[in-house]
């Protein structure tokens, strides 16, 4: 996988923003163009709650971000991109326009993607110069956080192009779903699709509101197919005997008219009025940018929690983020940026889940971003997951931390990170939590680790590889004062 060092965003409306979003936290320079009043504003809106949402899902194991830029015009904002992801309305006439400006001012080679949610790539490619290189990359909303995207070629396209894209999407944490055939709307759409007329139907009829089927979305089926999707889902319920046995027992109902999956009702003015009423009911006083931090929120912790099976490898789009994290921590610097301070390696918020009932952040979650420090300098000094693999690692064997300050949900962190000693085997450390606004100091935490062989259970020289790049980390900080904190014991004043 690699990254482009730059892309380009033609279209800056919700998918736009959210790819702008998605590549610039992934360390890639963006160049936005879109003539409409207000775009700039919309994709810093987007790319804030990103960095709200990315706080929460990494910690310190995100790269340093890309610049964001806003062009006048198409051929400024593809000069020198190697990505370009247009995302302009849906309208065919629009779209081979924008295309064609684009074709004439990308190099040759640059995959130029579509985010169309149901045109044809095929009809997208007629009269350009390059045609082999336009392709669908269609995403998901929002796209900073969902990693689904269709890759769709049309008869014109390389399959090298194809490769490239698949590459890039895939290098910033998503997973590219190569569509075998063109079809209108795709795989997900047609999903999407199907439940959205019945839907319609049901509200039409007078059957449910729009709450109500929201309600049955989320309360069953949705939460399964969040992790399951349709088949697997299907699978299981057909017990021992699997599919086989679901497809025989429920096969038949196929067949009966339940849905009208074919039929529209009638988009009437008094119709539209119905479901706009009904959904103004439903949103209360949380306005979209609450709803979109809602969701976002939401979708961190269903993909944490996924994350956090089968043992920590993680399922579904759970193991799809395990494996983004691993890649994020590799592509991580490998000497501190500013040599001679404190190292800053964890930038986060305070998730409302790490909240006790005082409205605090409980004392557990202190040790796990102090903790994630820790990880992040091993990983900075050559101790990642590949050298953990290999039967060697840090253990730690004394943590001490101080309490400063209250912490509440939603505030930024960050941590600074002193070596205070490390000889052959041990290695003492010293963090500071500190507001990521106000920069005041909210807890500390000191720590002894010992380097190990797991296999043996006992503690063993590092390599020197890992002992000269915690010694140069010593020397660096030895200048530093020492902090007050450092060799203090819990204890009653005499």
């Known amino acids: 996988m690699s990254l482009p060092a730059r892309a380009a965003c033609i279209g800056a409306g919700v998918i736009g923003a959210g ?175 199907a439940l959205w007329r019945e839907a319609l139907w049901l509200v039409h009829d007078g059957i449910a509101t729009v709450s109500d089927i929201d309600d049955v979305i989320r309360y069953s089926f949705g939460l399964r197919w969040a992790q399951m999707g349709v088949f697997q889902v299907y699978r299981t319920a057909g017990g021992e005997a699997g599919m086989r046995h679901f497809m025989a027992q429920f096969g038949p109902c196929l067949k009966w008219p339940w849905t009208k999956l074919t039929e529209v009702p009638e988009l009437t003015d008094a119709f539209i009025d119905r479901i706009a009423e009904q959904s103004d009911e439903q949103a209360g006083d949380l306005s979209i940018r609450d709803l979109e931090r809602l969701r976002d929120d939401n979708l961190v912790a269903i993909l944490q929690a996924l994350k956090a099976q089968r043992g920590g490898d993680g399922w579904g789009a759970g193991a799809l983020l395990k494996g983004y994290e691993t890649s994020l921590q590799a592509r991580a610097p490998t000497l501190p940026r500013r040599p001679g301070e404190p190292l800053r390696l964890v930038d986060t918020v305070v998730d409302p889940t790490w909240l006790d009932y005082n409205g605090h952040m409980t004392e557990h979650r202190y040790v796990q971003v102090f903790s994630d420090a820790t990880d992040a300098l091993l990983r900075l000094v050559g101790v990642d997951a590949d050298y953990v693999a290999g039967g060697h690692s840090y253990y730690t064997v004394e943590t001490h931390v101080m309490h400063r300050a209250e912490v509440h949900g939603g505030e930024p962190l960050r941590t600074e990170t002193r070596v205070l000693a490390a000889d052959d085997k041990r290695l003492h450390l010293f963090h500071r939590l500190v507001h990521g606004a106000q920069g005041h100091e909210l807890a500390s935490s000191e720590q002894m680790l010992l380097h190990v062989d797991a296999s043996a259970g006992r503690a063993c020289p590092a390599p020197e590889h890992v002992q000269a790049a915690l010694g140069e980390l010593v020397a660096q900080h030895a200048a530093l004062p020492v902090p007050p904190a450092v060799g203090r014991h819990v204890g009653m004043r005499p």
Not at 44 to 52: G, K, T
Request: charged share 20%.
């Open 19 to 193: 790819w702008a979003a998605r590549l610039v936290l992934n360390g890639v320079d963006v160049t936005v163009h879109d003539p409409a009043p207000g775009a700039e504003r919309a994709v810093r809106e987007v790319l804030a709650n990103a960095e709200r949402a990315y706080a929460k899902l990494f910690g310190g194991a995100r790269p340093q971000p890309g610049d964001l830029r806003f062009a006048g015009s198409i051929a400024d904002a593809v000069a020198g991109a190697e990505l370009v992801q247009e995302s302009v309305p849906e309208r065919l006439d629009l779209k081979r326009r924008v295309l064609a400006e684009i074709d004439a001012a990308a190099s040759p080679q640059v995959p130029v993607a579509s985010s169309t949610s149901g045109l044809l790539p095929t009809h997208m490619q007629e009269g350009l110069a390059h045609p082999q290189r336009i392709l669908v990359g269609h995403p998901f909303n929002p796209v900073y956080l969902l990693p689904l995207v269709e890759v769709v070629a049309g008869h014109a396209t390389a399959a090298a192009i194809v490769e490239r894209a698949r590459d890039v999407y895939a290098a910033i944490g998503m997973q590219p779903v190569r569509i075998a055939k063109e079809i209108d709307a795709f795989v997900g759409d047609r999903l999407q699709e």
